[in-house]
């Protein structure tokens, strides 16, 4: 039996077993129980022990702060608001629904999505292939045009509204404000790469830069660099930096400090593989 870096997060661990890495985890299950509402590649086997009351912790000399959470519980517990999100996050199926409908596939009438058309237009205009923003477009929002993230990312693209803001764009659920913002954004990343790294690396880069931001991608690449592998390649390279970016003695040192690197290490995978299932099935 292997164990874990003190400091990794369950949900890492999690996703590490869905990918096989890890033949299994225990976990809290209110941990799974939230990440079973957005994936269907894990499930629990077995409850061990009892179930565990959950409490908050003050310091003594706070009274003030534990009479304000107290208030708060005797408002909130069970009301409305709380069965929502309730039920939004540890009981609603509909995101893993979607994620079954949107596998990989052509719709009636072949299409990928139903904004082929409109991805071919804007991916074009900045010079991509239009199946890879569509598999990032996939990664981002299901193909969702009302797709609100947990950090208020918004549409087909959950671009940020300062980034919407940014571009001059809006507004962001409309499905071609999206994909123009998107796209553009894109295009803005890739620039920041040099010109001398092969097309492929640089688009991989600005996809990481999408997910993570550009400045924890340089600090990757910078990492990289002082491990003796290659700053300019992400696959088995800067990728395997930006999961090291997650420790204290390597984010410490950074200059644009801690990052969940698996995030952008599983998304720019998940991207391409589903870019070469998109390109595989669009063959003449």
């Not at 939004?88 to 199926?93: I, L």
Request: aromatic content about 12%.
């Amino acid at each position: 039996m292997a164990t874990v870096p003190a400091n990794m997060e369950t949900e890492e661990i999690i996703a590490r077993v869905a990918t096989g890495e890890f033949d299994l985890t225990v976990a809290d299950s209110h941990i799974l129980q939230s990440k079973m509402t957005t994936r269907d590649d894990v499930h629990g086997v077995l409850a061990l022990g009892e179930p565990v009351a959950h409490g908050w912790a003050v310091r003594e000399d706070t009274p003030r702060l534990l009479a304000a959470i107290n208030g708060f519980w005797d408002a909130e517990y069970r009301g409305l608001h709380y069965n929502i999100f309730y039920r939004r996050y540890f009981e609603d199926d509909s995101r893993i629904r979607a994620h079954r409908a949107g596998r990989i596939g052509p719709m009636d009438g072949g299409e990928l999505s139903p904004w082929d058309e409109l991805v071919r237009e804007y991916a074009e205009r900045y010079d991509f292939d239009w199946r890879l923003i569509l598999s990032q477009m996939y990664q981002e929002s299901r193909f969702d045009p009302e797709a609100v993230s947990w950090v208020g990312a918004r549409g087909l693209m959950q671009v940020m509204p300062r980034t919407g803001r940014e571009l001059g764009m809006s507004p962001l659920d409309d499905p071609e404000v999206s994909v123009h913002a998107g796209t553009r954004y894109m295009d803005w990343l890739r620039d920041r790469f040099p010109d001398r790294l092969p097309v492929d690396e640089r688009t991989w880069f600005s996809l990481a830069a999408y997910n993570a931001g550009i400045g924890h991608v340089r600090d990757a690449r910078r990492l990289a660099a002082s491990k003796g592998w290659d700053p300019d390649r992400w696959f088995g390279n800067v990728e395997e930096a930006m999961l090291l970016l997650s420790e204290p003695r390597y984010h410490q040192q950074a200059r644009h400090g801690y990052v969940r690197g698996r995030e952008p290490y599983h998304y720019v995978r998940h991207i391409r593989d589903r870019y070469r299932a998109y390109v595989s099935l669009t063959e003449d």
